[in-house]
Nanobody
Framework: QVQLVESGGGSVQAGGSLRLSCAAS????????MGWFRQAPGKEREGVAR????????YYADSVKGRFTISRDNAKNTVYLQMNSLKPEDTAMYYC??????????????????WGQGTQVTVSS
């Protein structure tokens, strides 16, 4: 059973940066599709970015492209989300998710089997 634990959330002013981490355990496959999602109050969960831990292939939602970077450290079984130039609209609970393979296109909730508990990001203006 894959377990995911996020960390690194917090409060920051607009224009600032945060780095989220997702530590995974219980891996049984050589590579996974790892995604970051976010959900603001009253809104649907949105796929922000994903990475294939085997190939390094990434995907970003248009709303974060050029500002966020997803990366992985396979030796540590950890995936990161570097968030720069943060905006108040980035405020949300951020979740890490994993699946045995990646689907094409934007990350969708139904494409992921394992989820972390989330970490809160708050950006003030």
């Amino acid at each position: 059973q894959v377990q995911l634990v996020e960390s690194g959330g917090g409060s920051v002013q607009a224009g600032g940066s945060l780095r989220l981490s997702c530590a995974a355990s219980g891996y049984t496959y050589s590579s996974y599709c790892m995604g970051w999602f976010r959900q603001a109050p009253g809104k649907e969960r949105e796929g922000v970015a994903r990475i294939n831990t085997g190939t390094g292939t990434t995907y970003y939602a248009d709303s974060v492209k050029g500002r966020f970077t997803i990366s992985r450290d396979n030796a540590k079984n950890t995936v990161y989300l570097q968030m720069n130039s943060l905006k108040p609209e980035d405020t949300a609970m951020y979740y890490c998710a994993a699946n045995h393979f990646c689907f094409d296109g934007a990350p969708r909730e139904r494409h992921y089997s394992y989820w972390g508990q989330g970490t809160q990001v708050t950006v003030s203006s």
